[in-house]
């Protein structure tokens, strides 16, 4: 609504909680997206079905971890698409982000492979959409080197959603950078302390 994307959400989260630009959002379960707008005190994420959205990814078979992108297309189970080496992809391998590209960080959540009923491979997401009320957008606090896995070091900030919310209602961000210049450096509030 109002804007290019068909498929977000606003949370009530931004840039004075600390939230940046392509920031994971996740559920209690995987993940849900990443953040594509940031406002003062309101974020909008980019939801994992939305025909825009695009994430490098790892499929996790019994042996090895193939490569493979999944591709939002405006359905509950987004596609899995150029998976690396070819050929079938087992029913329930696990998927996660693969750090690749630097969209997101290693090892995040996403779901499992299934098959669609147009007979591609597509994954069914571990995040609850429907019930969608509640998520972790987060924060990195590190460099991949911190960490032996080369992971990022993530902080969580909880962030309540507005699935019907109007772009141009809630996030006008026009309008939000006129404030803030008025508002000047000293209204700024420091990220909360956690």
Known sequence: SGGPFT???????????????????????????????????????????DPSSRTPVYVHLEDERRRAILSGDDTAAPLLRYVEGGGAV????????????????????????????DGAARVALAADYRNLEIVRIYRTTGHAADTPDGGLILRAIEAETDPA?????????DALARDDAAAGPAALEPPAAE
């Not at 600390?18 to 993940?31: I, K, N, T, Y």
């Not at 919310?165 to 961000?173: P, Q, S």
Request: glycine share 20%; aromatic share 2%.
């Open 90 to 117: 087992p029913q329930d391998a696990r998927v996660t982000t693969s750090g690749e590209g630097g969209v997101f960080p290693r090892g995040l959540m996403i779901g499992q492979v299934a098959e669609g009923g």
């Open 7 to 49: 498929q977000s959400v606003i949370v009530n989260v931004g840039r004075r909680d600390g939230v940046r630009d392509g920031a994971p959002a996740r559920d209690g379960l995987g993940l849900v997206g990443r953040v594509v707008g940031v406002g003062r005190r309101t974020s909008r994420v980019l939801l994992l079905t």
């Open 165 to 173: 919310a109007e772009f141009g209602d809630t996030l006008d961000l």
